[in-house]
């Protein structure tokens, strides 16, 4: 059995980790009461416990405009 930390967006759990799971495993879901601040999408990693979250779809633009060299 595998334990994780998730939150819940309205329509789905967002695990706070990445994990991989097989096609159509089965979970077990205990609630927890506490409710974390409102923020549209979380930050990951190591460095998550510094980042700020309001950055995180202008990051997401810039690393697309990189990758797809439309800033060359």
Do not use: W
């Amino acid at each position: 059995m595998i334990a994780l930390k998730a939150y819940y967006d309205g329509h789905s759990f967002i695990p706070f980790e990445k994990r991989s799971f097989k096609n159509k495993q089965t979970a077990i879901i205990i609630i927890d009461e506490e409710t974390l601040p409102t923020i549209k999408k979380s930050c990951r990693g190591l460095a998550a416990e510094y980042a700020n979250p309001a950055l995180i779809e202008h990051e997401e633009s810039v690393a697309a405009m990189a990758f797809s060299g439309a800033d060359k």
